[in-house]
């Protein structure tokens, strides 16, 4: 098939003393996510797009949380792994599009810094690369601030060569 979409979710609790990563990068916050990773809920999303739009399972199977090697590890890197199993597959991201849902703290000022991020791992320009944030106008876990989550879609290309 010469194009696949795939799409991806993810969620973490949040606590203090954690720390708060979202799309690569580290936000001030007083609250973190708990994770076995860097709970980097952006980037597990996509991650789970990317694998998904190839039928290749999501992130846990190649990066299982039962694994030390996994322990702390910082999500760009799981980025990048993924990124290289769709290129050994003839594929390349044409857009991704992604909405961070977090009561607090407030993530606009962040969206730029993220695309850049995730731009730069993924080999993309900034216009492929679509970061949203919204609340849940304090309902459910997120509302409550008792987690976060995202949501990723990507579309990708056969590479013809």
């Known amino acids: 098939m010469e194009f696949r979409i795939g799409s991806g979710f ?74 290289e199993l769709i290129q050994n597959r003839g594929y390349q991201i044409i857009n991704i599009d992604s909405t961070l849902c977090a009561q607090r703290p407030k993530l606009m000022g962040y969206i730029g810094e993220m695309r850049q991020c995730l731009a730069r791992i993924l080999s993309l320009s900034t216009d492929q690369v679509s970061v949203k944030a919204t609340t849940t106008e304090h309902l459910g876990y997120v509302g409550r601030e008792e987690g976060i989550s995202a949501y990723a879609t990507v579309l990708l290309k056969k590479i013809v060569y």
């Open 10 to 83: 993810d969620v973490h609790a949040l606590a203090e003393g954690e720390s708060l990563w979202l799309g690569g990068i580290r936000i001030e916050h007083e609250k973190g996510t708990v994770a076995h990773s860097d709970g980097d809920v952006l980037i597990h999303a996509l991650c789970d797009a990317m694998l998904g739009a190839l039928a290749l399972g999501d992130i846990g199977q190649h990066f299982p949380d039962t694994d030390s090697a996994y322990k702390n590890i910082d999500s760009k890197i799981l980025l990048q792994r993924c990124c």
